[in-house]
């Protein structure tokens, strides 16, 4: 039986994928700005401070970001220096029952991979209050990261002590740059808590490595526990001194790339064309991926956002092209299906090579807008090849939705 593809149930389908959408983000806004408009109580630090356990961006509450899930007491010179020069031991990850985390100083030897370097990242802030003095909001000391900036990264963002200069608050995540939103999307602050932990554990400068109890587990996958580091400042300065002769070493991840090319061994055309199909859309995503994460490691002083100029048009225009050029020999149907779940696939590749293993609603929505876009294109440019006449319908539905999906996410960056 012959399936149609009628233009005009695709238009219908694109404003019932809308409507989903803008009603899911104003939903998720409404339901954002409530819980944040909630009071939340201050963290006190050993000296008398009093924290905010939470960042925002802006200086008010009513913009809550991500939690604090780290604090290390001690030297904070010393401690940005073991972020970024000294290695980590083997750990195990902790369990939300347990409190005291024992260390081994005979553990000096065990050296791990972990290589922290300044991170790029939005301004946030938190709130602090001194003893004795006025509460004042503060960005970030410094940001570090272990990753890439356009693939994933656990990313720390570093508030330090401005008035005695003996802890540093924390605020440690794992991330994804997402291409269609131009953005970074946290799927994590409990991984990247434990990842920063295994820093601390079993080292010989460290007396002390706990987690207590705050209560900041309203963003992400924070469960209110937060890790608290106790540094020997009599040892520190031996480490500090052995370090000023050693070497910086640094490690970057490098991202692996296995895509392969289908030969035509076999008499189905057709079935080959609709492989090359999905084979090209899955290679383009892939590559402006891997393409913009090895420009990042070429280029590590350049503004990443440059780096998103020259890839995102190439995204953005180069799949519908694909999908409009490679589905010309191919039936309706099976040009709709193979840039479709082309798409998709691209999409699962991309996601699971980022460690990624869920989507919020309104994403997945807007994936699968994309991808019947996709679809449209192709099923539309299946009839150019044999046929004379050419109707625009399916190509210029196809388009219209493509647009408007990928237009979408942009209104973010107007100031309305």
Request: glycine share 8%; net charge negative.
């Amino acid at each position: 039986m012959r399936i149609e593809i009628r233009p005009r149930t695709a238009v219908a389908l694109l404003f019932a994928i809308l409507a989903l959408t803008v009603s899911g983000s104003l939903v998720g806004t409404e339901l954002s700005a409530d819980e944040q408009t909630t009071e939340f109580d201050m963290e006190s630090l050993e000296d008398g401070t009093q924290l905010y356990p939470y960042t925002s961006a802006g200086q008010t509450t009513a913009q809550r970001t991500l939690a604090l899930n780290l604090i290390v007491y001690g030297d904070v010179e010393a401690t940005e220096y073991v972020l970024r020069e000294q290695s980590a031991g083997e750990w195990e990850e902790l369990e939300d029952d347990e409190a005291d985390i024992a260390h081994d100083e005979e553990s000096l030897e065990n050296q791990s991979s972990i290589a922290w370097g300044s991170a790029d990242g939005s301004v946030r802030y938190t709130y602090f209050e001194p003893p004795g003095e006025q509460g004042r909001w503060v960005d970030e000391s410094y940001q570090l990261k272990d990753g890439t900036y356009l693939g994933e990264r656990h990313h720390i963002r570093a508030y330090t002590d401005p008035v005695e200069g003996n802890w540093t608050a924390m605020q440690a995540h794992w991330e994804h740059w997402d291409w269609f939103e131009l953005r970074h999307s946290v799927h994590s602050i409990e991984d990247s808590q434990s990842y920063v932990e295994s820093e601390f554990f079993d080292q010989w400068y460290v007396e002390d490595l706990s987690r207590e109890w705050v209560g900041n587990d309203l963003s992400s996958d924070g469960d209110g526990w937060v890790s608290v580091v106790e540094l020997r400042d009599e040892l520190l300065l031996g480490l500090l001194g052995i370090a000023l002769v050693a070497s910086l070493r640094t490690q970057t991840r490098r991202g692996q790339r296995t895509l392969t090319r289908l030969q035509n061994d076999s008499g189905i055309q057709m079935t080959v064309q609709a492989l090359l199909v999905v084979t090209a859309i899955v290679a383009l995503v892939m590559a402006v991926r891997v393409g913009a994460v090895r420009a990042e490691q070429l280029f590590p002083t350049a503004n990443p956002k440059l780096i998103v100029a020259v890839f995102y048009p190439v995204l953005v225009c180069g799949l519908p092209v694909i999908a409009y050029l490679m589905a010309r020999h191919l039936e309706p149907v099976p040009a709709f299906s193979a840039a479709a779940i082309g798409f998709v696939v691209a999409m699962f590749l991309d996601l699971s090579q980022l460690g990624v293993s869920s989507l919020a609603l309104q994403t997945f929505i807007h994936r699968g807008s994309l991808a019947v876009a996709l679809g449209f294109i192709a099923a539309g440019a299946s009839q150019t090849a044999r046929s004379p006449v050419f109707v625009l319908g399916h190509v210029r539905t196809g388009v219209l939705l493509w647009v408007v999906a990928v237009g979408l996410p942009l209104l973010q960056f107007l100031s309305l």
